[in-house]
């Protein structure tokens, strides 16, 4: 089975910044998607990674290592609006997408 | 470009009955899959279609099926439902194959009384 693993729950204050983990243990590989869940709302796609190393977008960053099956997703100066659930994703080999359970990040003020 | 459209957006059901969703995917998209989201047990992948044939599966017994249409969009089926198919139902598309991203529809939030 797929096995992805983040952390339930983290909180920060406004303008600070967090690091969230995904680990990974999957039959196959072909990529790592991170998503932006609001409460009620739909997830939206944030960044991909396929290759190791950062992918920088804004205020989001992105890493990858392929070879110890982990990423984070770093969101820096944070605003309240980011307060939502972060959702790492794998594509395995036959491009199904195995989701972590999710994220919820707090930001306080 | 209109986005992913689910319908509907919520539905209330009894045991015993079945219920049919629809998904339309954007424009040009011809790849749809779905998915269960519940509290407990986050994002499950239900089913792929591409080209109106299933081409990925979950693990989700028989009384989920799908279909899709000439022109995309995508239909799901639950039969007999249960209590525990209270969930929020999302479908996602997207262009191309391989690893391009999905993009979500807000969901069909289905209840079971």
Redesign the interface.
């Known amino acids: 089975g797929q096995n992805i693993d983040q952390p339930t729950e983290m909180t920060a204050t406004e303008g600070a910044i967090v690091q969230i983990n995904c680990t990974y243990q999957t039959s196959g590989f072909?990529?790592l998607?991170w998503?932006q869940q609001h409460a009620g709302?739909?997830?939206?796609?944030l960044s991909?990674n396929?290759l190791d190393g950062l992918e920088e977008k804004g205020r989001f960053s992105s890493f990858l290592s392929r070879s110890k099956g982990y990423s984070y997703l770093l969101l820096k100066e944070l605003q309240m609006k980011d307060s939502a659930s972060y959702?790492c994703?794998v594509?395995l080999n036959?491009?199904?997408?195995?989701?972590?359970?999710?994220t919820t990040v707090t930001v306080r003020a | 470009k209109a986005g992913v459209t689910q319908t509907p957006r919520y539905l209330i059901k009894t045991r015993g009955q079945q219920v049919t969703l629809s998904c339309s995917p954007i424009s040009g998209h011809r790849s749809v899959s779905w998915y269960q989201q519940t509290p407990g047990q986050g994002l499950q992948f239900l089913f792929e279609y591409f080209s109106e044939t299933q081409r990925n599966k979950g693990n989700f017994p028989g009384r989920f099926s799908g279909r899709q249409f000439s022109n995309s969009r995508s239909e799901m089926n639950v039969s007999t439902l249960e209590l525990g198919d209270s969930a929020l139902y999302l479908c996602a598309s997207r262009g191309g194959d391989g690893n391009q991203p999905q993009h979500f529809g807000d969901g069909t939030r289905l209840s079971i009384l």
């Open positions: 072909n990529g998607f998503y709302e739909a997830p939206t796609f991909y396929v959702l994703a594509i036959d491009y199904k997408l195995s989701f972590g359970a999710g």
